[in-house]
């Protein structure tokens, strides 16, 4: 009988231990790049074995991978704007609670241009360090493993000799090809007065071989050890050091080289985003996984992915690639708004739309119509650009935004105002044409344009009169574009009035032969609305700046506006 009770009680004890601590269910929906998901799920279900709660309420965490440019899509797809180079998301995306992301510059991106996502905490929980990578051949003629090279030495490399065959994923689409992008850029911009062409050089040397996917660039690195096979293969691109180490995991005839170069690139720092809109309970819960990911346990489990920790260190089982320093790649910057930091904090978001707009204007081709504003008031002088006067800043940019069109455009130019050509109110400079034939033209013709001092802004007849004139030639497989620059309102009383420009543009408008306008609006006098009826009709955008000196980063923005069908 005592042994009875004792066997009896014993179970009991070990039924009552069983039992999970919690009741019900709180399920937690995580999206994870592919790289990093592996190890988030394991340290999530060890979590879960170990009874993960929140106030009594079991937590399930579903762990997903998703690669970023596609949450990112779906992100900005729910709050009515998009990424350039993005585009719209695919199917009907889902989003998670937590996402994390390769980088933080989606974060970033996406908070710039939707001021309503505001995702909590946001702090890195892993780092992989932006390289340069390189067959290892390849690599030993530029010094390595020995030499500490610089992002000066790589752009020296790729735009004045011609041994390198560079390559990169599209920046728009992929953070490591971003942050690539953004150091050669910084090492272009330090050229001094070689700077506008250094950057366009470089643009174009990448744009040559880029890759809408990390996979299909990967696959043009040498695939046999024949000298002919590594000098006809991809011999540089800007990647992850994690792409370095599973790509040499396959035991590849050619293993790659990864070169750390100086400055450090900000490096892919994984940040962990709470999204907005999460319910209370599973806020909680995803402060408790956050802390599980902050343990030695998951700094191990990263280690075994490639990966390292978000100071730059590594855990047990890292296969590091031959020379790798530790710690390596950009640390959290110590002013960060959340409590970890990420790579880019800190980092201007303007100064990153500025480089995907160069990358955009300067790799894609099109048909475009620019037409200038030369009414009186385009003499105001512009204080904050050394008093320089409208009509000087925006000729500058549009010198400026010349230099990045390779001969694959075809570019015209227009002035307006009121009354320069009898009683038309717009002027014919050069007529649209390819670059490689008129580049000089044009060239010539920016200096010698001056506003009309007592002219007004003839802006309803100039946009209907341009938009027929980029329809009558349109050209298939191109964008067809007006680009307009403007200061003012309408202020022609003798042509069109709006409702008879809208009326035109929409009988006008054809699905089979679409002309996208793009109007820049310059200082205080133009009216946002007026702008945007047109382009509503149109297809195409409004950027409107208070400072003409700004005029440059907008111009940038606004040729790298894409139909949604073109991107």
């Given amino acids: 009988m005592a042994l009875v009770l004792v066997v009896a009680g014993a179970w009991f004890g070990y039924q009552r231990l069983s039992e999970p601590a919690c009741s019900g269910q709180v399920p937690l929906t995580v999206s994870a790049a592919p790289e990093i998901a592996p190890a988030v799920q394991a340290a999530a279900q060890q979590w879960v074995a170990d009874g993960a709660a929140v106030d009594g309420v079991c937590v399930a965490v579903q762990v997903n991978e998703a690669h970023s440019v596609d949450v990112a899509a779906a992100v900005a797809g729910q709050h009515g704007v998009t990424l350039t180079g993005v585009g719209q998301a695919s199917g009907t995306a889902v989003l998670p609670n937590v996402w994390l992301p390769d980088s933080s ?60 065959r560079t390559g990169i994923v599209e920046p728009t689409r992929d953070a490591a090809g971003l942050s690539g992008l953004l150091s050669l850029g910084a090492a272009a911009g330090a050229a001094g007065a070689e700077a506008q062409q250094a950057t366009t050089a470089a643009l174009r040397a990448l744009a040559t071989g880029r890759s809408a996917l990390r996979e299909d660039l990967m696959a043009r690195f040498p695939r046999s050890a024949d000298p002919g096979s590594i000098a006809s293969s991809l011999s540089a691109a800007s990647l992850s050091e994690v792409d370095v180490i599973k790509y040499n995991e396959q035991r590849p005839p050619i293993s790659l080289a990864a070169l750390y170069l100086e400055p450090a690139p900000m490096s892919l720092d994984y940040p962990y985003a709470v999204m907005p809109g999460t319910e209370p309970a599973k806020v909680s819960a995803a402060e408790g996984l956050f802390k599980v990911l902050g343990t030695p346990g998951f700094r191990n489990r990263l280690a075994t992915s490639g990966l390292r920790a978000p100071d730059g260190t590594w855990g047990e089982g890292f296969t590091a690639p031959q020379g790798a320093p530790s710690p390596a790649g950009t640390a959290p910057a110590s002013a960060a708004p959340n409590p970890g930091g990420t790579a880019a904090s800190g980092l201007d978001p303007a100064a990153v739309e500025r480089a995907l707009s160069s990358w955009s204007v300067a790799t894609q081709s099109g048909r475009m119509l620019a037409v200038i504003d030369i009414s009186g008031s385009m003499l105001r002088e512009v204080p904050t650009a050394k008093n320089a006067t409208r009509a000087q800043v925006t000729l500058e940019a549009a010198r400026r935004g010349l230099g990045l069109f390779d001969d694959s455009w075809a570019i015209g130019l227009w002035v307006f105002s009121t009354e320069l050509v009898g009683n038309r109110d717009w002027r014919e400079v050069v007529p649209i044409g390819p670059l490689s034939s008129q580049r000089g033209a044009l060239e010539g013709a920016l200096p010698t344009i001056s506003p009309k001092p007592n002219g007004n802004t003839g802006l309803y007849d100039t946009a209907l009169a341009a938009y027929l004139a980029v329809q009558k030639d349109w050209e298939p497989g191109r964008v067809n574009s007006v680009v307009l620059f403007t200061d003012g309102q309408n202020e022609d009383n003798e042509g069109l009035d709006q409702d ?58 606004a040729i790298a506006l894409r139909p949604p069908a073109t991107r």
């Fill in 500 to 557: 008879q420009l809208l009326a035109e543009l929409k009988k006008a408008a054809d699905p089979e032969r679409p002309v996208q306008v793009v109007i820049v609006g310059i200082g205080d006098g133009v009216s946002q609305a007026e702008l945007e009826a047109i382009t509503k009709v149109t297809g195409g955008g409004v950027f409107v700046t208070e400072d003409p000196a700004k005029i440059g980063d907008i111009f940038l923005q």
């Fill in 105 to 164: 510059t989606w974060l970033l991106r996406l908070s710039k241009q939707a001021s309503g996502f505001a995702p909590a905490n946001g702090a890195s929980v892993a780092r992989s360090p932006v390289v340069v990578a390189m067959p290892e051949p390849v690599a030993a003629t530029v010094g390595w493993p020995n030499k500490q090279l610089t992002w000066t030495d790589l752009l020296q490399q790729i735009t004045k000799g011609t041994k390198l």
